[in-house]
């Protein structure tokens, strides 16, 4: 059987069989790009609500790695986790070994919580929500949907390229070529109205 022409070289990669696909350039712009950026956004939302407000919240440690006997895991995956106060956060490892990594792990996060062991627990203080640590979450905020932001300007840039090329090789219109680049306008603003929206909805709940 003649594997056609757009079919390229098969990829592996972390024990995943892909087939990289040379997708029609109409198809592999704004389409193609757009769950990709609705990916990252939901990405943005996860990191949002690990961000803690007024209240301790298991979400602002559960997803920290914590290098365990060699290997990588979740601290949700080695412990349970609950929030018995408003400032306070319990952490229940499944085996006493777990202790010593997850309390570096927490030291490490730049969370600035206080730790201790209590017997078989960890009990963790969060600081007071004074202004200055405020306006270091604000500026966390910035920074991780900026992270975001460029993510997204670089599949837009890349979207752009090949609309550009497929002109020039005659594959689309020079119409066709600017009502691409519209539509990945369109899309660029349509996130980030998303992400302002839901930056300043957070930064409302921590002030």
Wanted: include cysteine.
């Amino acid at each position: 059987m003649q594997v056609p022409e757009h079919i390229k070289v098969p990829v592996f990669h972390s024990n995943i069989f892909f087939i990289v696909v040379d997708i029609e350039p109409r198809i592999s712009s704004p389409d193609k790009i757009k769950p990709e950026f609705e990916k990252s956004f939901k990405f943005l939302e996860q990191e949002v609500s690990k961000i803690r407000t007024s209240r301790a919240s298991p979400a602002l440690v559960e997803d920290l790695e914590v290098d365990c006997f060699g290997s990588k895991f979740a601290l949700k995956q080695l412990a349970a986790i609950s929030s018995p106060q408003s400032n306070q956060l319990v952490i229940q490892p499944w085996d006493a070994s777990y202790i010593e990594p997850i309390e570096k792990t927490i030291s490490q996060s730049g969370l600035g919580m206080s730790s201790a062991v209590d017997k078989n627990l960890i009990r963790l203080s969060l600081p007071l929500l004074t202004e200055e640590y405020r306006n270091s979450l604000a500026k966390i905020l910035n920074e991780k949907s900026e992270h975001v932001r460029e993510t997204m300007r670089r599949w837009r840039d890349d979207a752009w390229s090949k609309i550009q090329q497929a002109q020039r090789e005659k594959k689309i219109s020079e119409d066709d070529k600017f009502k691409g680049k519209d539509e990945l306008q369109k899309l660029i603003d349509e996130y980030n109205k998303k992400i302002v929206d839901l930056v300043e909805k957070k930064k409302k709940e921590i002030s």
